[in-house]
Structure formats: C-alpha cells, structure tokens
C-alpha cells in the first residue's frame, strides 16, 4: 500500500472514530447499585437513596470512556470506583486548547463508592484527539483532582 493510501485509510479510521464519538443521544451505565446517564453532556447519577444531575461544562457531545469492546471502562482507586466522561471536537488551528491533531478534549472524571458520588464538573483539557485509551495514571490523576477538589467544598 503506498504512503498516501496509508494516510487515507488512517485518517478514514480517525474521522470514523471521531464521528462514533461524538455522537448525541443519551448513553447509559450501571457501576454496582449507580445508575448513570448522560444525556448531551449532562450526566445525572441515581441510587437507590438519591439522584443528581452534573451539567458538564463542555463545547460538545459527551461518552463515557469506553473499553475496546465498548464496555464502561471503570478503574479502582483507593477503594473507589473511577470512570471517565469525555467531550471532544475538532477545532481550528487558532484555537489555543487545540492539540498538535487539531482536537480540543476535555475529561471529567467521576468517582463513586459506598457513600458519596463527586463528579468534576470543570474538566481536565487535554490535546489528544480520538480514538484513544487512557492509562491508568490519567484515572488516578482525575480522581485524585476530583477528591482534592471534595475536600475544599467541605
């Protein structure tokens, strides 16, 4: 296959991601007894003792970070359960929060266990453009930021 075939078909497989992704509709998930929803990009999480809705302050449609085969993907961190909700969208190369790929991303974690749910409503921007996976670290790092910014609420 010649170079410029290559590039096509990468960019084909980038754009096609990138359309799954954004797309709008509500998109639901269960981790344990939580029940969570978005519905564009806002996320309203129930228990069987209570509901709440988080309106995500993003510029496109919301997902939930997903596995390969499109399970929720879901990290364990001191004892909570950490999910990702993403947004992501092309952007202009004289937009300033635009990666080298031309996307502005932004990630709101969430963090639930036994007792409490903290969402971060502010999101975490990142310059990488869809599909990705994100590691572990970036799981950890959402949540401890999250948590952090628990704890100066309280």
Sequence with gaps: MRAGTRLAAA????????????????????????????????????????????????????????????????VTFRGREVLIVESARRGSA????????????????????SSDVVVLTEPIAVAACPPFRWDEKVFTAAAEKAIEMRAGER
């Design 11 to 74: 960019l084909a497989f980038l754009w096609t991601g990138l359309a799954a992704f954004s797309a709008v509709g509500q998109q639901a998930a269960a981790v344990g007894s939580v029940n969570l929803k978005l519905d564009g990009c806002t996320l309203v999480v129930s228990r069987p003792d209570f509901r709440r809705s988080f309106d995500l302050l993003a510029p496109s449609a919301c997902d939930f970070h997903r596995n390969r085969d499109q399970s929720l993907r879901v």
């Design 94 to 113: 004289a937009q300033p929060n635009a990666g080298p790929g031309g996307c502005e991303t932004r990630l709101f974690p969430v963090v639930l266990n």
